[in-house]
């Protein structure tokens, strides 16, 4: 409590406005919010800036204030699930934004009832820099994922692009990866992914320090490195969505029957099927996925989003007479409140493309998961799952009804999926420990205000 007085007294003496800037997915808009919300709670008076695409909801957050800037895209842009057109579209938004941003974030600096303490931007958000610096204001940037997949963009150059004779080896240094899990997906433009990378990478040095949505306990031994590579402050201070409950910061309307329905089933039963907020399949695979949960007999629900399948409008493509088959045992939507699901005591299992949001989200609550990543960090994310922590199953093969149904199979009924049901207990017991007193995240987020109020 003296601790917190000092805070007040010391965020009085300074002011203490902070300014956020979330790239515009739903993947890095939910950790940017809530991390608003963890430095609103701290005393941080928040400005959230945000492009006009995939604006946030302003009306969950009365206590922000927001911004919206022009980014050049039509109201009906839809992202693409390639990520080559991915890549191209972060590109876009940071030279078309940094004007606008400049412009918006001068007139807010000059203008602000509060002054501003610092800028807290995505890592991806590189231009920003600049705009930083000519402002004289601090940037902090946000790693919306883990510390490894960062380390990993530094090395970029020498895994780029990945011969396939290499492919399969282990890396020597971390012997559970190998170096097709580093590479982040095929690139039609090798060289110039490279040299965005190091763009982030430099503009992340020059930066006045790095929070990542990650905690000591899960990744300590890649710390020392990265702090020899990277000369800046570092906070790891997540998971940043068990601070509050459920987040509100979801893009689409969230289909609340799937806890009406989850109430009906029983304990532990239910695997849960979403591949995020990006990741596409193809119609081929989509028929796979649907017999592979039909073939199961589990209970299962089932995030099929509107454009899951390139073109898509959302289950049109399933086969004739196949929900009629499934009946009550499988419940298909086209979002879900997916923290809430997670938390189900019905919920036993979660089928994942492996965001590194939905691995948290899935750790917190004890949830073992199938792994399926498609591209970048999420490669990264489902080794950690299957080969570090051993609390999945990586379905590596091509998605197949078979294969589904064995790895269902093999984590909800046969022994090894208890073995790892009873591991993942003891990491959601760490994961929910470093945020109480005494924890790591709960120390290295006193560090951050102190750092910010310091700056
Ligand atoms: C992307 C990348 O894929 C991911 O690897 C990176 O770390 C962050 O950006 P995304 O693919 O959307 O994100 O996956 P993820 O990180 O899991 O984030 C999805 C978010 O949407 C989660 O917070 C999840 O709770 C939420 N969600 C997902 C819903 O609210 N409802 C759903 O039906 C599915």
């Not at 949505?213 to 000369?231: A, G, I, V």
């Not at 979801?250 to 532990?268: A, N, V």
């Not at 009924?413 to 790892?420: A, D, F, N």
Request: a negative charge.
């Amino acid at each position: 409590m003296a601790e917190v007085l000092g805070w007040e007294h010391e965020m009085k003496m300074k002011g203490c406005g902070v300014v956020l800037f979330a790239l515009p997915f739903q993947g890095h808009i939910n950790p940017m919010l809530q991390l608003a919300n963890i430095l609103h709670e701290r005393g941080f008076s928040i400005s959230i800036i945000h492009t006009r695409f995939n604006s946030p909801n302003t009306a969950n957050y009365p206590h922000f204030r927001f911004y919206p800037i022009p980014d050049g895209l039509s109201q009906d842009y839809v992202i693409s699930s390639d990520p080559n057109l991915i890549f191209a579209f972060i590109k876009f938004l940071n030279s078309n934004c940094q004007t606008p941003f400049r412009d918006c974030l001068s007139n807010l600096m000059s203008t602000a009832s509060d002054p501003i303490a610092c800028l807290v931007t995505d890592v991806l958000w590189h231009t920003t820099q600049a705009v930083a610096d000519d402002l004289k204001l601090p940037r902090i940037v946000l790693r919306t994922s883990n510390v490894l997949s960062f380390l990993v963009l530094t090395s970029m150059s020498s895994l780029f692009p990945l011969q396939d004779s290499e492919a399969e080896n282990e890396v020597p240094e971390l012997p559970e990866f190998r170096f097709k899990d580093f590479s982040m997906f095929e690139a039609s433009d090798p060289g110039g992914f490279v040299e965005f990378v190091d763009t982030v990478v430099q503009e992340t040095k020059a930066s006045s320090g790095i929070i990542y949505n990650s905690c000591e306990d899960l990744e300590e031994e890649y710390l020392t490195k990265f702090s020899s590579d990277f000369p800046i402050p570092i906070f790891l201070i997540g998971p940043f969505h068990r601070y509050f409950p459920a987040s509100s910061s979801s893009l689409l309307p969230q289909d609340k029957t799937c806890i009406s329905w989850l109430d009906k089933q029983q304990p532990k039963s239910v695997i849960y099927v979403s591949f995020g907020s990006v990741a596409g399949i193809k119609e081929t695979e989509l028929l796979e996925v649907a017999w592979g949960l039909a073939n199961s007999k589990q209970p299962f629900l089932w995030v099929v989003r509107p454009g899951l399948v390139q073109g898509s409008k959302w289950v049109e493509l399933l086969p004739n007479g196949f929900l009629e088959m499934v009946g009550e045992r499988g419940h298909i939507v086209k979002w879900a409140p997916q923290q809430e699901v997670l938390l189900h005591p019905s919920t036993g299992a979660f089928w994942t493309h492996c965001g590194w949001n939905s691995t948290l989200e899935s750790l917190c609550e004890g949830v073992p998961m199938i792994c399926q990543p498609s591209f970048g960090d999420q490669n990264i994310d489902a080794r950690f799952i299957s080969h570090v922590w051993r609390v999945g199953i990586h379905l590596e093969s091509k998605i197949e009804r078979g294969e589904i149904e064995k790895a269902i199979r093999r984590l909800m009924v046969e022994p090894e999926g208890q073995e790892m049901r009873d591991r993942i207990e003891l990491l959601k017991d760490k994961m929910n420990l470093c945020l109480k007193p005494g924890g790591s995240s709960y120390r290295s987020l006193d560090n951050l205000v102190t750092y910010m109020l310091s700056l």
